[in-house]
């Protein structure tokens, strides 16, 4: 009886455990300020006593959601892999910002995680949607 009554408690807290999770943060209106590709260069081995290095290459983004201006650090999944092409200087986009990561909305729903590095406090752009209303 006892097994059967710990069994059933149990079951009770895994199907109770999605309804747990903090609700996720809403996508907001953001800006593109400005995106640079660099590269990451390490050792792939040594070759008498030469280094041969290979350069991985990432994207910095400057997005700037509200008052708040993140640089964020994109690395793709294979040095082949581009930002989307509607990611240029000017254009606007949906993010949500976590704790130590920027998740942008891609036009199909899909969501691309990147790191934060940075955040500065700027003014707020007069003629930006507010991100409550996405009205001007």
């Keep these: 009886m006892k097994r059967m ?19 996720e943060k809403p996508f907001e209106t953001g800006k593109i300020v400005d995106v640079q590709q660099k590269a990451h260069t390490r050792v792939l081995y040594y070759l008498v006593n030469t280094p041969v290095t290979q ?19 994109y690395i793709p999944v294979h040095a082949a892999h581009t930002l989307p092409d509607d990611w240029q200087p000017g254009s606007t986009l949906e993010a949500r910002v976590e704790k ?29 949607p507010n991100s409550e209303t996405g009205k001007h």
């Design 100 to 128: 130590h990561s920027l998740y942008l909305r891609r036009s199909g729903g899909e969501e691309l995680q990147l790191r934060i590095l940075k955040r500065t406090t700027v003014a707020p752009t007069p003629n930006a």
């Design 5 to 23: 009554a710990i069994a059933v408690g149990l079951a009770a807290a895994v199907f109770s455990l999605p309804g747990l999770r903090a609700a």
């Design 55 to 73: 350069d991985d290459p990432y994207y910095e983004l400057s997005v700037q959601v509200r008052d708040t201006l993140y640089l964020a650090e």
